[in-house]
């Protein structure tokens, strides 16, 4: 939880989730998981392809530097010579990391070589080779495939091919030094069957690095960016706070200069006003007065205490007297004076208001002025009717008239604010603010604020 000051000033608390920065990092969360998870299984791909190619790597190099130098025809042939020398020769065939037993084979599946199954290959057994080691004997090359334990050479071979990779290579059986006219050079497969543990340790190997490679640069990405959004995000509360404390100050500074304007109005025209009518009153009740000039005295008279009424409800619009108590009815009355003007019988009533605070009493007077202004400017009503009620529970306000009404889903026009923009002062000190009308009933003003 973190704490926000509100527009009346007291702090509440703010639940953390709520923030930019919490979004932004759940968000971000999501975000790398996903790309983690996608990269893993293209990552493991590419390090199970490595491993294998690896493998075949050292494969290719054994075959062709410890087996194929010693492969001769005669050997094919079941020349016991040349089996006896290569057999003297290719002891360290299994000698290389990871490599179970090798196996050498003919074009046609001949087994003429085995280091685990020497009867097999005397006895020249011919087992069925796969499509792609037929492939490599014919293009040449290296290739792998994880061993069939139900395959006729797994059977056959002393232990299975469980837990195996064959892994093989073409090789050339070469004619001898001594042949008078050498025979062209057949293929051989050379195969190795290799332990998968090995393989897959070293996929795994390959794959941990590929994994910290990607998701070390996501994981620092987000906690720089997640660094700097909270540094930037609370630059623009900063901001905000102190656009808060500049609109106080100017809104204070207005305040303070209405007030000043309404006191001159009130010691200065106010007053002489109020003197000028007083004056001329007792003038036309004068007995030296004519009846033509009482009569012009009397209406100048009656003319000066309308514009004094009015004066006074200017005032009122201008900076209110305290809304504390009378004030507030004081104040209630000056501001519907320019009713009668207008031919609507206008009333107040207030009650309950002195427990109220300044914020919510402020409140209560500016949605009211607002919506007297309205009635008395659009409505064309005969009656309105002010109310303003509070107890423990909070403040009501209600604005009521019987005029011409309108449509409330109809649009504003954009260039009246009104009680549209009272609306988000309402709910900033917990209140609600409804208006409902309709064309011919006349309108109503509702503003309750709970405690």
Sequence with gaps: MRSERTSDGTLRQRPLWGTPVAVFVVVSALLVTGIFLATSVLAAQAAERAAREQAEAVNEVLAHSAAEPYVQLGLLRGNSSAADKFFRKAENLTDAEGVRSVDLFAEDGT?????????????????????????????????????????????????????????????????????????????????????????????????????????????????????????????????????ERLLETAIDASDAERRRIARDLHDGVVQDLAGSAFALSGAARDPATTPATAEVLSSVSASMRDSLKQMRSLLAEIHPPDLHGQGLQSALDDLIAPAAAAGIHASTSVDGVTDASDAEVALVWRVAQEAVRNAIRHSGASTLAVTVRGDAEGLLLEVVDDGVGFDTTAPSPPDRFGLRGLRSLVRDVGGELDVTSALGEGTSVRMAVRR
Excluded: H, N
């Design 111 to 243: 087994l003429i070589y085995s280091t685990t199954d020497l009867r097999a290959a005397e006895a020249a057994q011919v087992y069925p080779l796969s499509d792609r080691q037929l492939a490599t004997l014919g293009g040449g090359g290296t290739d792998s495939e994880v061993a069939d334990p139900s395959s006729v050479r797994s059977r056959d071979r002393a232990g299975d091919e469980t837990g195996l990779v064959k892994i093989y290579t073409r090789i050339m059986a070469s004619p001898g030094r001594r042949a008078q006219r050498p025979p062209p050079a057949q293929p051989v497969l050379f195969v190795a069957y290799w332990e998968l543990e090995g393989v897959e340790s070293r996929r795994a190997e390959i794959f941990g690095t590929f994994r910290w490679i990607t998701l070390g640069p996501l994981v620092l990405l987000v906690l720089l960016s997640t660094v700097l959004l909270a540094l930037l995000t609370g630059q623009v509360r900063r901001g905000g706070r102190e656009r």
